[in-house]
């Protein structure tokens, strides 16, 4: 809505000021793995409930997570826990898993695994990743398989290299899949107060504030995007009368008349292209001082000219790489030429008025996206 009604650096006011308290920000962690790994155990676990207490996530041999469910984290404000169903069981194969679960809907996920790391956790982390999410590996019952390679390697290996070989071996085979550095994190849903948990619990806490900022720049990428886009039409959609009265210039039999006609349209109407996107100078300013930071970075943003350079000089060099040498050899060569010269010639004219307009509009449009992005997502 600031975008709508006061432009980008009211939009960046608003967002500045709503950013210094995400408190009310609600975090979704989704807990994901194959069947039988004990995601529901972890849920419990993280939640500081045990599996037979009222409130607890089903557990169970057999797979008992069914749907998406969550469960609030007894301590931590506006923080849902999802327990996923089980990756690999008929109803839930790879090749539509994120589909049926709603991947978009979790900030954060826990991929879980038990005896080792698959290429179906591999394959969800690259899924994660690409939706811009963070991702933990946790490997869940570690106290049994610390038991089993003792027992196997008695008088070889103590827990700690126990431990030690099981985090290299699942750190390897991550890397060897494509998963760039990893976190792992060993744990025992049954024995939570040992191994990996505190790490686990200390990490989540700690970037659950990055976490609520991008929930909240997740929750206003689209309106905005829809915000921006309405503006472009609605200018786009007058740029034919812009175009028109370029056209009529050109129809007069005088040389040379139509192109001049040209650049005083845009030298007219840029500035107010700019000044509706929030890309003028003294926008840019505004909000160089709202986020305190450098004017310069934010113009580093913009690929279009900048509002300050619109001239003469650059709009006839625009012109002149455009259909405007059409227009300008059409003026000449064609106005020779009764009744027809001069549509021909306003047609070309309308065509590259119409055309650079809405270029600009299309490149403004795009300029302020890459700013509220940059504005966003900057310190």
Not at 2 to 15: H, I
Not at 78 to 83: H, P
């Amino acid at each position: 809505i600031a975008l709508d009604s006061g432009g980008l650096p009211v939009l960046v006011s608003k967002l500045s000021e709503l950013l210094q308290n995400l408190e009310g920000i609600p975090i979704n962690i989704g807990i994901t793995g194959e069947a039988g790994c004990g995601k529901s155990s972890l849920v419990n676990a993280i939640r500081g409930v045990a599996d037979d207490q009222d409130g607890a996530a089903a557990t169970g041999v057999t797979e008992t997570t069914l749907r998406p469910t969550s469960y609030p984290h007894p301590s931590l404000t506006n923080v849902q826990i999802w327990d996923l169903p089980g990756l690999g069981t008929p109803n839930f194969q790879l090749e539509n898993y994120r589909q049926l679960v709603g991947f978009s809907r979790y900030d954060i996920f826990i991929i879980v695994a038990s005896e080792r790391f698959k290429e179906n956790h591999a394959q969800l982390a690259k899924w994660i990743g690409e939706s811009g999410r963070r991702f933990y590996f946790v490997r869940t019952k570690i106290d049994s398989d610390i038991e089993a390679s003792l027992k196997r390697r008695r008088a070889h290996l103590n827990r700690e290299e126990v431990l030690a070989v099981i985090r290299e071996d699942s750190l390897s085979y991550l890397e060897r899949q494509g998963v760039k550095s990893p976190q792992i994190f060993l744990v025992s849903s049954l024995d939570f107060k040992n191994y990996d948990s505190n790490h686990l619990l200390e990490t989540l806490e700690r970037e659950f504030p990055k976490y609520r900022k991008q929930a909240f720049l997740r929750s206003i990428r689209h309106p905005c995007l829809e915000i921006i886009q309405r503006k472009k039409t609605g200018l786009s959609s007058e740029v034919w009368k812009l175009a028109l009265l370029s056209s009529a210039a050109a129809a007069i039999p005088i040389p040379g008349l139509g192109f001049a006609c040209d650049i005083g349209i845009l030298l007219r109407n840029l500035p107010f292209y700019y000044q509706s996107f929030g890309l003028d100078e003294e926008s840019l300013r505004k909000m160089s001082v709202e986020i305190a930071k450098p004017v310069e970075e934010l113009k580093a943003q913009i690929t279009s000219p900048q509002s300050t350079d619109l001239n003469r000089s650059l709009l006839y060099k625009l012109l002149s790489n455009s259909p405007g040498m059409g227009l300008m050899a059409g003026e000449y060569l064609l106005h020779g030429v009764p009744i027809v010269g001069s549509v021909v010639s306003g047609g070309i004219a309308f065509t590259m008025t119409q055309k650079m307009l809405n270029w600009f509009l299309w490149s403004l449009a795009a300029d302020t996206e890459r700013v509220l992005h940059w504005v966003c997502h900057s310190d």
